[in-house]
């Protein structure tokens, strides 16, 4: 059905853009994004440019008035607090834990008909579920019908990574058989029957930098670590892909805000290379998460280049990378939503 005008989103604690391109080629028209990283709204910038992006706290952004009128609030909020990789102190977090109420607060004020949320899939258990259960019931006291699903990004992009989507309907626009269709159709999308799990092989480069290769005394420590696990007969460790074993043709594990430290759970062994592995480069780690080449013509970049990378330090585009939403999933959610409305 044509549209004369394409349905409004925000997108909050936007990092470097997943949302902004999944909601942006499902055809809905960006209003307003807000980050308070300074890093990440580096990156952001450059990708996207700095119209209607903000910097400040979102509680700033909330007290300045500067949120928009919208009808999509769409938000990968913070999941440090709720994630196995983290201390897991969920609403305790004093820092970030609290940052569900903002969207609570912005929810009320601003009654979007759809709200669109993000997360790791530990969310769902954290603190017995009491923590999911409190999303949900304080959604539902604004007039929302939640619906969600846990999708690992396998099919889209090559890595296993598991996320939550929260998908929360506002019941004076959207009847409970809408809804219930809705989610039908995100269950076929979550397990999908003909889409084909993804190969590392299909992003990895021929001819990586050698500077790529982790130190010897940080891949001396991994090994160490690993035997001292092993021994108490705890499983955490590094994965290494090797061709050999077959590798990579299969995704990797998920890559993590943390995975500038040491690469640890996701090393490469670079066929023709010495024993010590690799980590993954930017450009892998930004195709391993689905900001393709395609995707970023769209907004002016080169064809044979993309989204550029080393905008910050390794270190920051690691964590800018691991803390992202894979924008496929989000077009394809993004559509379901579009046809709803």
């Known amino acids: 059905m044509p549209r004369s005008k394409k349905p409004t989103y925000i997108d909050l604690f936007a990092g470097i853009g997943g949302f902004r391109v999944g909601m942006d080629h499902a055809g809905f028209q960006h209003l307003y994004s807000n980050d308070w990283d300074k890093y990440a709204c580096k990156t952001y910038k450059a990708w996207f440019g700095s119209k209607n992006h903000s910097c400040k706290s979102i509680w700033d952004a909330i007290k300045d008035k500067e949120i928009p009128d919208h009808e999509i609030l769409c938000g990968g909020f913070p999941c440090q607090p709720f994630s196995n990789a983290g201390k897991r102190l969920g609403f ?59 999708i690992n990004a396998k099919y889209w992009v090559p890595q296993n990574r598991y996320r939550i989507f929260l998908i929360y309907f506002d019941q004076d626009f959207f009847s409970s058989d809408k809804v219930y269709h809705f989610e039908q159709k995100l269950e076929k999308l979550a397990n999908p029957s003909k889409k084909i799990i993804k190969k590392f092989s299909s992003i990895m480069e021929a001819n990586p930098d050698s ?55 996701i090393l490469i062994q670079q066929p023709g290379w010495e024993d010590i592995p690799r980590k993954i480069t930017l450009n892998e780690a930004k195709k391993l998460m689905g900001f393709t080449n395609k995707y970023a013509l769209f907004y002016g970049h080169k064809k044979s280049t993309g989204f550029p990378v080393g905008i910050c330090s390794n270190a920051q585009s690691y964590k800018q990378f691991g803390n992202a939403v894979v924008p496929q999933i989000v077009h394809e959610i993004g559509d379901l939503i579009l046809n709803l409305m």
Do not use: C
Request: positive net charge; aromatic residues 10%; without cysteine.
């Open 211 to 265: 500077s790529y290769q982790i130190p010897e005394g940080t891949w001396k420590s991994l090994k160490k670590h690993r035997e001292r696990h092993r021994a108490a007969k705890r499983g955490f460790g590094y994965k290494r892909l090797k061709q050999e074993r077959g590798d990579f043709d299969k995704p990797t594990n998920t890559l993590s805000a943390r995975y500038a430290k040491d690469g640890a759970e």
């Open 92 to 150: 305790k977090d004093n820092e970030q834990g609290n940052l569900f109420e903002a969207i609570q607060e912005i929810v009320e004020i601003k009654k979007p008909k759809v709200v669109f949320l993000e997360n790791v899939r530990t969310l769902k258990g954290h603190d017995g579920g009491h923590t999911f259960d409190h999303i949900n019931g304080e959604m539902n006291k604004l007039g929302y019908l939640p619906t969600y699903k846990i």
